[in-house]
């Protein structure tokens, strides 16, 4: 068996404990994604992703490893291998995120986002709190299916409304034939930033009753 904890060590970060550079890593692994809390590697000839924690966030692993557990019966997020303090190793998923998608200009279609209602629904019937989904957290496959990554903090106790706020995105923005299908990063970082900017801003009310 692959000694994933030896591939792990040989990752170098250096920097901030919670947004470190990486400096060096094994010819075996290709960088694919960089988060707010980890890197995510491939390991090359293998359909394996190796998520490695930033120093600050070790914590989350343990924590993401239970909710994979939790999720294993489902085909709509990638089986956990192996997690160690600081790594998971899960199922690689090829494909694009829908932020790739909007951003290559790849259709979004109602047929996946009947898909995700599944599986955030499945999420739920496990106990679960599907929160931080977003963009970067939900890939269309080749074969147009579905699966989503990163459920950290699908324990949380606190409502998330960004599935909710998406879901309303597509159905009054992307879908109108008028709206652009690809938008530039810079576009989009400019709406995550606004969103996030204006989500701070909201103070929690009573039930459905958000002030803004
Ligand atoms: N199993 C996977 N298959 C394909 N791509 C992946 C996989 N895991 C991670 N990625 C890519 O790496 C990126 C970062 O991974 P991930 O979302 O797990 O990190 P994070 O730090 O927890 O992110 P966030 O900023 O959402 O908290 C993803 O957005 C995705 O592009
Ligand atoms: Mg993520």
Redo the contacts with the bound molecule.
């Keep these: 068996m692959t000694d994933f904890k030896q591939i792990v060590e040989q990752i170098q970060m250096t920097g901030p404990d919670s947004m470190p550079n990486l400096k060096a890593y094994p010819t075996a692994l290709e960088l694919?994604?960089?988060?707010?809390?980890?890197f995510?590697f491939?390991i090359l000839e293998s359909s394996l992703?190796i998520?490695v924690?930033f120093p600050a966030?070790q914590h989350?692993a343990a924590e993401e490893a239970a909710i994979y557990q939790t999720l294993a019966a489902s085909h709509y997020f990638?089986d956990l291998h192996d997690a160690g303090q600081n790594y998971l190793v899960?199922?690689?998923?090829?494909g694009y995120?829908l932020?790739?998608c909007l951003r290559k200009g790849i259709p979004i279609q109602d047929h996946h986002i009947v898909e995700i209602e599944h599986a955030l629904r499945f999420a739920a019937a496990q106990g679960l709190n599907p929160s931080?989904i977003?963009l970067?957290?939900i890939?269309i496959t080749p074969t147009g299916d579905i699966?989503l990554?990163?459920p950290?903090r699908f324990r949380q106790q606190k409502q998330c409304t960004q599935w909710k706020d998406l879901h309303i995105a597509y159905e009054k923005l992307y879908k109108k034939k008028i709206f652009p299908k690809k938008i530039p990063s810079i576009l989009l970082e400019l709406i995550a930033y606004l969103y996030k900017k204006r989500k701070s801003f909201t103070v929690q009310a009573p039930p459905n009753k958000a002030i803004r």
Excluded at 32 to 38: N, Y
């Design positions: 694919i994604g960089t988060g707010r809390s980890a995510a491939r992703v998520k924690f966030f989350i990638p899960i199922d690689y998923i090829p995120t932020y790739d931080d977003h970067r957290n890939l699966r990554i990163d950290a």
